[in-house]
């Protein structure tokens, strides 16, 4: 069993940054695949960015390409998103999962886990 808590959602600007960060409960966070995903309202969850075990295999979503990156710190049980040049149509619940395969998913139902989700609010 792994439980996820995310943090670091917030209201900013258009074109401002923010760090999503999730932290695993349990000792196998390393045995894990992780991803991100974000929900706005009215929209299907949709799939942002994934890593794999190590930190080598990353996937991004083209939405997101060369704004977003997402890694992860084993020591610390925790996967980070880091957003930059922000926009309106970022904002969304941002939700991380896990998921125990060696390379992640880009579908949802792959994932086994789910965090409570972020709050991320990108005004014009």
């Known amino acids: 069993q792994v439980q996820l808590v995310e943090s670091g959602g917030g209201a900013v600007q258009a074109g401002a940054s923010l760090r999503l960060s999730c932290t695993a409960s349990?000792?196998?966070?390393?045995?894990?695949?992780m991803g991100w995903f974000r929900q706005a309202p009215g929209k299907e969850r949709e799939f942002v960015a994934g890593?794999?075990?190590?930190?080598?295999?990353?996937f991004y979503a083209d939405s997101v390409k060369g704004r977003f990156t997402i890694s992860r710190d084993n020591a610390k049980n925790t996967v980070y998103l880091q957003m930059n040049s922000l926009k309106p149509e970022d904002t969304a619940v941002y939700y991380c999962?896990?998921?125990?395969?060696?390379?992640?998913?880009?579908?949802?139902?792959?994932?086994?886990?789910w965090g409570q989700g972020t709050q991320v609010i990108v005004s014009s």
């Open positions: 999962a896990a998921d125990r395969v060696v390379v992640p998913e880009r579908r949802a139902d792959a994932f086994d886990y």
């Open positions: 349990g000792r196998t966070f390393s045995s894990y695949s």
């Open positions: 890593i794999g075990w190590s930190g080598g295999d990353r």
